[in-house]
């Protein structure tokens, strides 16, 4: 099978929500002994996993499971981070010890972590837990022309689905996407742009931490980017797109967005990063965004007009901006709160309770 054989296949597998099945999580959390509405946008959230699942209740989603999609990216090399490309497999190793922010915030919802090397620019010590999967040793430089070929970009975008397939059959309920990447909130800014269509302006932010010259310079590497790319326009195509000025982590979290939906498991959004893969994913196949829950909105500008752009609200917003997964970490034990109220609260009925006149 080619690579592009492979993702139209994922995409066919992709079924709408279960509508009935929905109906009946808004008439049954309406009955339960609350206002009506009380719990806000979480009852939205039950409703929606109930329309995943195809049964209402839905199962609670856990445990999650974290895929954390690991690459380096030419347009390091245009200055637009402060910090050495190096780091990129150097926070793979931390990973793989235990010790990055992810893992702690993953080892507090229960929550495995798996890293994923699509395109690591260095040899890595083969390791449990360490996926190798690298279709590149990093892109070319997005400014200059085509990140990747559409190729690299169909097989990054494969290597998602199956991550995500072989992490539900290992028993995960709830899928996370994460990212390693320096100088990947270049090559986002650039996709939250050619998909949105704003200005890299309002879309460009300082990422790990750069001063105002360096995001001055940064928005112009971005605008660079999409213009030797014929970016942005309605006829170039979501692969394509992602080929020109994304990343090899951008196209694999797309793919994990297709293979979470296609296997009717919810998947919770990180920051920009994740936030990039999901406007591909919804450029392939729009219903993949049904199976995607908004886990926090970043501090980072493209994220916001990513959301917006999706329709999907975010669950937290504790101004994080750092990737790996962390922020969709967070939001998981509310994910599993709004599933739970509908197994264990009474309704007006059982419990006895009388309703308002
Ligand atoms: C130590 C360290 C740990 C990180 N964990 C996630 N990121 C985040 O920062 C990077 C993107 O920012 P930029 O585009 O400015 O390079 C990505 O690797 C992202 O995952 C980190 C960045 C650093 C430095
Ligand atoms: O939104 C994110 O996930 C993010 C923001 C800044 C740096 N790294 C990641």
Same mark, same amino acid.
């Given at each position: 099978?080619?690579?592009?054989?492979?993702?139209?296949?994922?995409?066919?597998?992709i079924d709408p929500l279960?509508?009935?099945?929905?109906?009946?999580?808004?008439?049954?959390? *309406?009955?339960? /002994?609350?206002?009506?509405?009380? %719990?806000? &946008?979480?009852?939205?959230?039950?409703?929606?996993?109930?329309?995943?699942?195809?049964?209402?209740?839905?199962?609670?989603?856990?445990?999650?499971?974290?895929?954390?999609?690991?690459?380096?990216?030419?347009?390091?090399?245009?200055?637009?981070?402060?910090?050495?490309?190096?780091?990129?497999?150097?926070?793979?190793? =931390?990973?793989?010890?235990?010790?990055?922010?992810? =893992?702690?915030?993953? $080892?507090?919802?229960?929550?495995?972590?798996?890293?994923?090397?699509?395109?690591?620019?260095?040899?890595?010590?083969?390791?449990?837990?360490?996926? $190798?999967?690298?279709?590149?040793?990093?892109?070319?430089?997005?400014?200059?022309?085509?990140?990747?070929? @559409?190729?690299?970009?169909?097989?990054?975008?494969?290597?998602?689905?199956?991550?995500?397939? *072989? +992490?539900?059959?290992?028993?995960?309920?709830?899928?996370?996407?994460?990212?390693?990447?320096?100088? $990947?909130?270049?090559?986002?800014?650039? %996709?939250? &742009?050619?998909?949105?269509?704003?200005?890299?302006?309002?879309? /460009?932010? @300082?990422?790990?931490?750069? *001063? *105002?010259?360096?995001?001055?310079?940064?928005?112009?590497?971005? @605008?660079?980017?999409?213009?030797? =790319?014929?970016?942005? &326009?309605?006829?170039?195509?979501?692969?394509?797109?992602?080929?020109?000025?994304?990343?090899?982590?951008?196209?694999?979290?797309?793919?994990?967005?297709?293979?979470?939906?296609?296997?009717?498991?919810?998947?919770?959004?990180?920051?920009?990063?994740?936030?990039?893969?999901? +406007?591909?994913?919804?450029?392939?196949?729009?219903?993949?965004?049904?199976?995607?829950?908004?886990?926090?909105? &970043?501090?980072?500008?493209?994220?916001?007009?990513?959301?917006?752009?999706?329709?999907?609200?975010? %669950?937290?917003? %504790?101004?994080?901006?750092?990737?790996?997964?962390?922020?969709?970490?967070?939001?998981?034990?509310l994910v599993c709160a709004?599933? @739970?109220?509908?197994?264990?609260?009474?309704?007006?009925?059982?419990?006895?309770?009388?309703?308002?006149?």
């Amino acid at each position: 099978m080619t690579p592009a054989e492979a993702v139209a296949r994922i995409v066919a597998a992709i079924d709408p929500l279960d509508e009935a099945a929905a109906r009946a999580a808004r008439e049954h959390q *309406d009955r339960l /002994t609350k206002p009506r509405g009380a %719990l806000g &946008s979480l009852e939205d959230v039950a409703v929606r996993l109930a329309g995943i699942a195809g049964t209402c209740p839905a199962p609670i989603p856990h445990p999650a499971a974290v895929a954390v999609f690991a690459a380096d990216h030419g347009v390091h090399a245009q200055g637009v981070t402060p910090w050495p490309q190096e780091v990129t497999a150097q926070m793979v190793a =931390n990973f793989l010890a235990g010790g990055a922010v992810v =893992n702690a915030f993953a $080892n507090q919802a229960g929550a495995t972590v798996t890293v994923v090397d699509v395109g690591v620019a260095a040899d890595l010590p083969p390791t449990p837990r360490l996926v $190798n999967r690298k279709i590149a040793y990093g892109t070319a430089d997005l400014s200059q022309g085509p990140a990747m070929t @559409r190729e690299q970009a169909e097989r990054a975008i494969a290597t998602g689905a199956e991550i995500a397939a *072989d +992490l539900v059959r290992y028993g995960a309920r709830c899928l996370i996407a994460g990212d390693m990447g320096i100088a $990947n909130t270049t090559a986002s800014a650039a %996709l939250v &742009s050619a998909f949105t269509g704003r200005d890299p302006e309002l879309v /460009t932010g @300082r990422g790990a931490g750069i *001063d *105002d010259a360096t995001l001055r310079h940064k928005i112009e590497v971005v @605008r660079r980017g999409l213009e030797a =790319n014929g970016l942005p &326009s309605e006829e170039v195509p979501a692969i394509e797109v992602v080929a020109r000025v994304g990343g090899l982590e951008h196209a694999a979290i797309a793919g994990f967005i297709l293979g979470a939906a296609a296997a009717r498991v919810p998947v919770i959004l990180d920051g920009v990063i994740a936030g990039a893969g999901a +406007l591909v994913a919804a450029g392939i196949a729009p219903r993949a965004i049904d199976y995607c829950l908004a886990g926090h909105r &970043s501090a980072e500008p493209g994220h916001a007009a990513t959301l917006e752009h999706l329709g999907l609200r975010p %669950l937290v917003d %504790l101004e994080l901006r750092l990737g790996e997964g962390t922020g969709a970490v967070l939001a998981h034990p509310l994910v599993c709160a709004a599933a @739970r109220v509908m197994h264990e609260v009474a309704t007006f009925d059982s419990a006895g309770v009388s309703e308002k006149e």
